[in-house]
Structure formats: structure tokens, C-alpha cells
């Protein structure tokens, strides 16, 4: 039936194969593609097999710490392992400034961490990893950023609240944004009453009071680490009406004071002597406050936040409130700032010149993350191999390798160092290999549990093997 098919012109002196009924085409592998020999390259599958059998071991062990509450994450036993086949971090001119003043921010009393990305991120993936390495090299305990109102599972944190919550995120285009586009450093915000447009004395007369709750517990399977935490802050503003807090440890009141009612960013600190067992936070108000989550840390060391942002591309954070965005960024103090965005783009990038194009939005948007900072140092984790069907065959994106590319010239010219996920997978048509050995989930785009944390250990490797060599 192959050769009974037809060839329709598209204009531009583009043509397409296939069967049409009408306008409508059906798809069918190409004589060519079809006598064409299937199988991947012997040599690149045995590439790929390499990357990973190279480092099973350390995932294997540090998967343990999940589990077993006495175990400590290990700094890695290069005897297991060879470095050359760890695909490694692409730094901007100044190389070794970068790393030095990465290498003093880390080892410094506080360091804050931000990882934004889009669902790669959904449940702590890759952070959890991440933030359990670096606290057993660097020292620090808990989850960090917890939303309120959460719409993935969270096995970093044990967080639930009442059912008069509601969640709003400005990177959720299902949603209508509010006007004053204050949702924070996080991008999202939670709230326990409607919003009202305008509040007048007439308006406060006619509501009742509202009350919430938040219950913070301690999380069961998660890494040890990360059930141990005692400097909690609950972020919140645009508070335009009285809003009493009161904080219960096992039902013994701790704390009860009115929130700052000047529609400014704060932070409610509750601070502990030692981890809460079972810590409520009861708020009561006619008018909610916008809540940007919770921080959950420890005295001293890393925080790592994770912000998964489900669809975002990463060109939404300079259509914020600015004023709202850097006072949060005064209180939270974030001295290394991760991207990891990209993949959301990859479908629906036509050419070249759509490819420039949103590396052009991205780079305007994370240098207006980084002006919000103390000069916090940036790393930029590029898209994962995704694959897609054409004519029958599995093949990666063909502007993918592009864009991949264009986004690390991109990094080298704006001071971002980069690390290329699609080469650390093993490049071009990876991901369909990483679906057969179970290390990726059937959509060809997202890690399985056991994935991600080969590809969580690759990217810490690489930052390890950098922090560890003093030059």
C-alpha cells in the first residue's frame, strides 16, 4: 500500500506524504523508513548503558537514606566511578571565579537555594536528590519552600490544611490573574477567603469571620535529612484587613499575634527549639491575606526550595510585581538560582528562528531573577531528550540538539553556568532507550522514580567533581 500512496504540494515547495481523504492525512512510515533498519546503534546503546551502570552504585546507596533513618549521604567514591563519562558543567568566561564564589556560598552558615522548573520538579524530583546530597556535604536540615494548597503528591513534607483553601499560581493559564500581580517569589499563592476588588467599611461589615488551618507534620518517606526542621516561615502579604495568627505544638499554644496589615511581603517566623511533631497554625480573618507558602529549615546550611511550575516555559517571572518579587528575595536570601526549563517548548517550536526567539524571552526573564538577588549565581539545567513519533519512528524533537545549543551560547553570554541534561542522558534519541530500561515514564519526557535520581546523581556529580577541585 505504500506505493499506492500520493503526494500533496503544501506550497513554499513543500510536499507531504501519505494517504488524504479530503484534506485529511493519514500517516504511515515511508518505504524507506519502513525497509530501513530499526534498532539503535549497537555503540550508542552500550554509550548509553555506560553513563548509567557507571554510577548505579552511588543511587543505589544513597536510595537507602530513604528508608534507613541512621544513614548519612556519602560523599562520592570516585574509585566506583569514572568521571570522564559524567557530563560535565559549562561555565561562563571566568570559570574559576564562578565556581570559588559557588564553592563560599555553599559552605557559608546560610545558603538558600532556589530550583525552579517546570513538572520535571513535580514531588521534590530531582531537588529531594539534590538537597539530600548537598546537606550531607554542606550541613542542614528540612524541605524548605512548602506551598500551602499542594496539586501534586509531596513526600518531602507532610502539610495539610482545611477545605477552605484555595490555590493560585500566575504560571497556571487556566487561572485569571490578579491584578496586582504580587504572587511572590514563588510564583504561586494560597487563600482562604474570595477576593474582593475593592474593600470599603461597608464591604468589612457585611462578611463574617473566616477561619484556616494548616497542619504541618512530619513526612514518612522521605530522606532524613528532610524530617528535620525547625525555622519555619509562613510568607505571606497584601493583607488589607485584621488577621489574627495563633501556632499550636501538640495543642500547647506557642505563639498568637496579628499579621502586618499593610499589604506589604512579610514573614510570620516561628522558630523552634527543636523539630515539631505535630505543629497548627489557625488564622481568622474577614478578608484573607495572599499566603506565598511555608519554609521549613533548619538553623544553618543548605535550603534548597522547589518550585515545579506544571507547563511553564520559565517567561512568566517579569510579568510579576517587581517590589513584591525583591522583598521577598531580601528575606529569603537565595545565593544560587537553578532554571531548569525547556522541554514545555520543544512540541511546539516550529524553526530556528522560534528557537531564538525563546531563548531571547528566557534570558529577559532570568536576568530579572537575578537583579531581584544579592548577586546570587545562576545555573541553567537544559531540557532532557524527548522523543516524538514521525512516520513510524521514535526520534527526538529534530530542534531540539538547536535548541539545546542556542541555550548554552545563551548561558556563556549572560553569565549562567549550564548543564546540558540531553548530553548527560546521552543525546540525540536517548530517551527512548531511558524508557526501556525503565529510567522514563511512557510519555518519552518525564523520569521514572529510579530515572530520576540517576539523572539527580549525574548533575550533583558534576557540580561535586567542580567544588571539590581547587585551582
Not at 152 to 164: G, M, P, R
Not at 253 to 272: F, P, Q, R, V
Request: proline content about 4%; hydrophobic content about 35%; overall charge neutral.
Amino acid at each position: 500500500m505504500t506505493f499506492l500512496s500520493t503526494s500533496k504540494d503544501l506550497g513554499n515547495g513543500k510536499t507531504q506524504e501519505g494517504f488524504f481523504v479530503g484534506n485529511v492525512r493519514i500517516k504511515y512510515p515511508t518505504h524507506e523508513r519502513f525497509l530501513e533498519d530499526q534498532g539503535p546503534d549497537p555503540s550508542q546503546l552500550k554509550r548509553m548503558d555506560s553513563i548509567v551502570e557507571n554510577i548505579e552504585d552511588l543511587v543505589i546507596d544513597l536510595d537507602k537514606d530513604i528508608s534507613v533513618a541512621e544513614a548519612k549521604p556519602k560523599i562520592p567514591d570516585f574509585t566506583k566511578i569514572d568521571t570522564s563519562k559524567v557530563q560535565r558543567i559549562q561555565y561562563p568566561k571566568d570559570r574559576q571565579l564562578f565556581i570559588a564564589e559557588l564553592r563560599e556560598s555553599l559552605q557559608s552558615d546560610r545558603c538558600r537555594i532556589i530550583h525552579y522548573g517546570d513538572s520535571q520538579l513535580e514531588g521534590d524530583r530531582i531537588s529531594g536528590y539534590l538537597r539530600n546530597r548537598l546537606q550531607g556535604l554542606y550541613g542542614g536540615t528540612g524541605p524548605g519552600f512548602i506551598p500551602i494548597v499542594q496539586v501534586y503528591e509531596q513526600i518531602s513534607a507532610n502539610v495539610t490544611h482545611s477545605d477552605n483553601w484555595t490555590r493560585h499560581a500566575y504560571f497556571d493559564p487556566t487561572q485569571e490573574k490578579f491584578p496586582h500581580k504580587k504572587y511572590g517569589a514563588y510564583s504561586s499563592l494560597s487563600r482562604f477567603t474570595d477576593v474582593y476588588k475593592t474593600v470599603d467599611s461597608l464591604v468589612l461589615d457585611s462578611l463574617k469571620v473566616t477561619k484556616a488551618i494548616i497542619n504541618i507534620g512530619l513526612p514518612t518517606k522521605s530522606y532524613r535529612n528532610l524530617r528535620s526542621f525547625n525555622t519555619i516561615g509562613l510568607h505571606y502579604g497584601n493583607t488589607l484587613t485584621s488577621t489574627s495568627v495563633k501556632v499550636y505544638n501538640d495543642n500547647q499554644l506557642i505563639k498568637s499575634e496579628l499579621l502586618i496589615a499593610d499589604g506589604a511581603y512579610h514573614k510570620l517566623a516561628i522558630n523552634m527549639a527543636e523539630t515539631p511533631s505535630h505543629l497548627k497554625i489557625e488564622l481568622e480573618s474577614k478578608i484573607s491575606p495572599d499566603f506565598y507558602g511555608l519554609t521549613l529549615d533548619g538553623n544553618s546550611g543548605i535550603s534548597l526550595d522547589n518550585v515545579a511550575m506544571r507547563g511553564s516555559s520559565g517567561t512568566i517571572f517579569a510579568g510579576t510585581d517587581g517590589v513584591n518579587f525583591q522583598k521577598m528575595y531580601q528575606q529569603l536570601q537565595p545565593k544560587l538560582l537553578i532554571f531548569q526549563y525547556g522541554g514545555n517548548s520543544v512540541p511546539y517550536i516550529k524553526d530556528s528562528l522560534e528557537v531564538k526567539e525563546y531563548t531571547s524571552y528566557l534570558k529577559n526573564h532570568i536576568n530579572w531573577v537575578k537583579r531581584k538577588s544579592a548577586n546570587a549565581k545562576v545555573i541553567f539545567i537544559g531540557p532532557s531528550d524527548m522523543t516524538t513519533n514521525d512516520n513510524g519512528k521514535l526520534t527526538t524533537y529534530a530542534l531540539l540538539p538547536y535548541l539545546n545549543e542556542t541555550l548554552q551560547h545563551m548561558c556563556k553570554e549572560n553569565d549562567i553556568a549550564f548543564w546540558s541534561m540531553f548530553d548527560a542522558m546521552g543525546g540525540e534519541n536517548s530517551m527512548q532507550h531511558w524508557v526501556d530500561q525503565g529510567l522514563a515514564a511512557n510519555d518519552y519526557t518525564h523520569f521514572s522514580p529510579s530515572g530520576t535520581r540517576v539523572i539527580s546523581e549525574l548533575f550533583f556529580l558534576s557540580l561535586y567533581l567542580d567544588l571539590k577541585n581547587k585551582q
